[in-house]
């Protein structure tokens, strides 16, 4: 056993959960504390919001496990790495490092989607589906409707694909490895959906250090100037939406405007909007095929 996992095993739980808490602080994560937190319940395997009880001391075996934990974290590793699972909407996803880590900026996304959605049992595609989660937490919406998520990294197809069995979605999911235009003999559909990489591919590098260095690059980088992959899906909505059907992409906070005003010069694109995170910064581009 290493030498902190031995003094640990002896340790309260309270001064443990600080003791870790002042590391990841010392390593420049501001919310240390609250991580440390979620280190400790998920070694002892308690969810959020069960009462754990201060004054326990863990075993051996536990002591090793935060302990590995806690060395990978302060490497900056990012936490739902560490941890294997992440929350997003209402649901509680398998994540690795193959799949970019859902945000919480992207249930803009699914809310301006679920708006926007005609009532029926509707059929939805997501382009970049990474770990599934946008069109899952819709499915998870929508007990009728059923979809195509795409990705062009079979590893992270792999994710989205167990994390809908997880859910009892199987019946209602196709994955579809390759790239953007993958699932165009699956069509017509009444909604697209995307969070495409939109990164300018200069800006990654300086990015904080869980998502340069731990995230993949093919979640990230939008080429030159972030914009490549708008470039290619607002052509295809022609192809894949049904006349009236809706595309809702997430963007970046400064490609508000190009991502606006590339849908409007498409021509048959029409409502179209931009919609803001709870920061105020440009988030969602959305709009319906004329
Ligand atoms: N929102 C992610 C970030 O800020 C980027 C996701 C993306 O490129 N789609 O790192």
Known sequence: MSKAASLWAGAKLSSLTRQIGDRLLAAGIAQGALEAGFMVRAVLGKPTGEWIDPDIKLDSAQAEQLSAMCIRREAREPLSHILGNW????????????VLTPRPETEILVQEALTALAPGPVRILDLGTGSGAIILALLAERASASGVGV???PAALKI?????????????TQWIE????AALAQGPFDLVVSNPPYIANAVIAGLEPEVAQFEPLVALDGGKDG???????LPLMGQYLKP?????FE?????????????????????????????????VVSGMLS
Do not use: C
């Open 87 to 98: 929350g997003f909407w209402s649901l509680d996803l398998d994540v690795t490092a193959d």
């Open 151 to 153: 990705d062009i990294s």
């Open 160 to 172: 989205a694909k167990a994390n809908g069995e997880k859910l009892g979605f199987d019946e209602r």
């Open 178 to 181: 390759g790239g953007w235009n």
């Open 227 to 233: 914009l490549d992959p708008y470039r290619d899906l």
């Open 244 to 248: 009236g059907g809706v595309f809702v």
């Open 251 to 283: 963007i970046g906070a400064d490609q508000g405007e190009a991502v606006t005003s590339m849908a409007k010069s498409q021509g048959n694109l029409h409502r179209i909007r931009l919609v803001q995170d709870f920061a105020k910064r440009d988030r």
